[in-house]
């Protein structure tokens, strides 16, 4: 016999699979700038001028005046010190005693630093105008996204794209608080262009038209760079977004244990290497196409300015300028010249951060297509029956129904238990009856109102949901039974649901009892098991008091204690609502009235618990199958 150690056995083991290449179709899968002509692009910023001054204007109105009252002040001093300087200029250069010239020059020169000091304190003030807009923006972008994403209809999770454009998004949220800063440079480069160039034109007609030759190329080259970082951007959306996923539930200590026992930890460091070493290849691909753009438009911008200065350096020895004029015109060059290189470099930027912006803003829009467009119809307070009709639903992307042409009547007062296998349509078809998912054929109807027809908050009012895969919400422990809707002022509401789920001496353990936070990442906060987490869930539904109520594997964590606990408070409170129980535990299934049997979407048995174990049908099946475990 031979014995291998586990380091010969490693070495023998093939290498871990690199994560899958991730590619996208359709209309989501295709970067909008990859047919942009630069004329196209390039007008798109008005419109982005005139949405950010929109979205700054509704955060904050005196803000936004004060930012272009500082903006037209800076335009306003940087004419005055070019115009005031010519006038110095004239007499520091002319002829007479030194003290003369300077005397005579005094007034504009106190006019040019009153003047540029103005200016200083005009640009303080739309920094702090700009620090008062930004993070009001980035908040109400940050809420848009959080509030559009949680209003979508449930099936758009499952649609192509989604989550990509979600991505997206997320990355037009942070460059939000770029937005109003490059606006502002923009247009603050714009004004005193304006004001130097009138004063350049009016020096020599032929220095303007230079200049813009000799900025013009830069422009040209942040445009394109600009562009060709989106295009990388837009290449590595999807792994991205993978990532970031694995990142969470590698990362999140609900999971450490799972990681560290099954000896996960090299295997998802290699893992989330190969990813991000592919994004990073994508990213460093682009480095030699910006600098060849980089390259080739300095070269072209370098030359015409290197016309621009010897085009002044022969005005002034030919005579046709004068000498003070000339170095007027120095100054007014050197003005120009930074006005101008900052309105190319910001416009630019402005650009580029306006593809991220039309991400986000594309995603709202696509997130608004997706809210629920249902009626206005409300439902009553009591809902005496529930009717379903040949029910058909297919998610995106699958070839066969999950739910398949069911039929089905539920009425007040009484407890409906949904079995099969897994994948046989259980927890879509609770997802139907309670309107999450509308059905694509047939009809779900609360009392005479067709779902399709209701507003979906009447419905979900009406409704009490223990998921399959429930939330531990990192709130208080009151916050996590009322989930934000407290019923009374006190919390005896709160009590009595603690009390159904048998929770009440777990709770009172707790550091601050119904005020201790739930959530051990935090500080100051604990962690429930794994049946105290569900019993609480539990109570969460029972604390809604809904006319419907509906369990989805309830117990599945509870120890027996808890389970019977639970089930008997279904029981007692069956009378006033419609119960659904869905559940593998095919014992539980003895409390309710009547049983749903599904396979492969369809309905193929349903009666009584004694009925369907003497039926001999996959009921009667599953229940041997348990029983002989």
């Not at 005094?106 to 630093?113: H, Q, R, S, Y």
């Not at 370098?302 to 621009?308: I, P, Q, R, S």
């Not at 994948?423 to 109807?445: E, P």
Request: some cysteine.
């Amino acid at each position: 016999m031979t014995v291998t150690d586990a380091s010969t056995a490693r070495a023998e083991n093939p290498p871990p699979p690199p994560p899958a290449t991730i590619t996208f179709e359709g209309k989501h899968g295709k970067n909008p700038l990859a047919e942009a002509s630069f004329a196209a692009m390039c007008r798109r910023l008005p419109a982005v001028l005139g949405h950010t001054a929109r979205m700054a204007w509704s955060v904050d109105k005196p803000a936004v005046a004060l930012l272009l009252i500082c903006q037209l002040l800076t335009g306003a001093s940087a004419a005055m010190v070019l115009g005031f300087t010519a006038k110095a200029m004239t007499h520091l250069l002319g002829s007479g005693a030194v003290s003369l010239r300077l005397h005579a020059a005094m007034p504009a020169l106190i006019v040019v630093a009153a003047t540029a000091g103005v200016g200083r304190i005009s640009s303080a003030l739309s920094s702090y105008a700009d620090g008062r807009i930004t993070p009001l923006l980035m908040t109400e972008a940050d809420v848009a996204l959080v509030s559009a994403v949680c209003r979508v209809e449930a099936s758009a999770y499952g649609e192509s794209g989604f989550a990509d454009r979600q991505e997206a998004a997320e990355v037009g949220v942070t460059r939000t608080r770029m937005m109003v800063q490059d606006a502002q440079r923009f247009m603050a480069s714009l004004i005193r262009m304006i004001a130097a160039s009138g004063v350049i034109t009016a020096l020599h007609w032929m220095m303007l038209p230079l200049l813009l030759l000799a900025v013009i190329p830069a422009g040209i080259g942040a445009v394109l760079c600009a562009r060709v970082d989106y295009e990388t951007h837009y290449a590595n959306v999807g792994d991205r977004n993978v990532r970031g996923m694995m990142r969470w539930w590698a990362t999140y200590s609900r999971h450490g244990d799972e990681v560290r026992a099954n000896g996960m930890t090299g295997y998802l460091t290699f893992w989330y290497r190969a990813l991000s070493e592919r994004i990073d290849k994508r990213t460093l691909s682009a480095a030699p196409r910006m600098l060849r753009i980089v390259l080739v438009t300095s070269a072209v911008g370098g030359a015409f300015l290197l016309g621009t200065w010897a085009t002044l350096a022969w005005l002034a020895t030919t005579g046709r300028v004068a000498l003070p004029i000339a170095a007027t015109a120095v100054v007014a060059v050197q003005t120009t010249l930074a006005a101008l290189s900052q309105f190319v470099i910001y416009g630019a930027a402005l650009f580029h951060t306006s593809l991220y912006l039309a991400d986000m803003r594309g995603f709202l829009d696509m997130a608004a297509e997706r809210a629920p467009k249902r009626g206005e119809l409300t439902i009553p307070d009591q809902v005496a029956e529930i009717r379903l009709d040949e029910v058909v639903y297919q998610y995106p992307g699958k070839d066969e129904p999950a739910v398949n042409g069911v039929s089905l009547t539920l009425r007040r007062g009484e407890i409906l238990a949904i079995v099969g296998e897994n994948g046989s349509g259980k927890s879509t078809l609770a997802k139907l009856i309670t309107g999450i998912l509308l059905a694509d054929k047939g009809s779900v109807v609360w009392d005479g109102i067709d779902l399709a027809r209701a507003h979906p908050d009447a419905v979900w009012k009406r409704t009490a949901l223990v998921p399959q895969n429930f939330a531990c919400w990192p709130l208080r422990t009151r916050e996590n039974i009322t989930l934000g809707q407290p019923k009374t002022w006190d919390d005896e509401a709160v009590w009595e649901a603690v009390d159904a789920v048998g929770m009440r001496e777990a709770i009172e353990k707790l550091p601050r009892q119904l005020d201790t936070l739930l959530a051990r990442e935090l500080f100051g906060g604990v962690e429930l098991s794994g049946g105290q987490w569900q019993r609480l869930v539990c109570g969460r539904a029972l604390y809604r008091r809904t006319p419907l109520l509906i369990l989805d594997e309830p117990t599945s964590q509870m120890d027996p204690r808890g389970e019977h606990q639970i089930f008997l408070e279904v029981k007692r409170i069956a009378a006033e609502r419609m119960t659904i129980v869905v559940t593998h535990q095919l014992e539980n299934t003895r409390l309710a009235d009547r049983i749903l049997v599904m396979r492969e979407g369809r309905v193929i048995e349903q009666g009584g618990y004694d009925e369907l174990v003497d039926a001999g049908g996959l009921f009667a099946e599953l229940v041997a199958l348990a029983k002989d475990r």
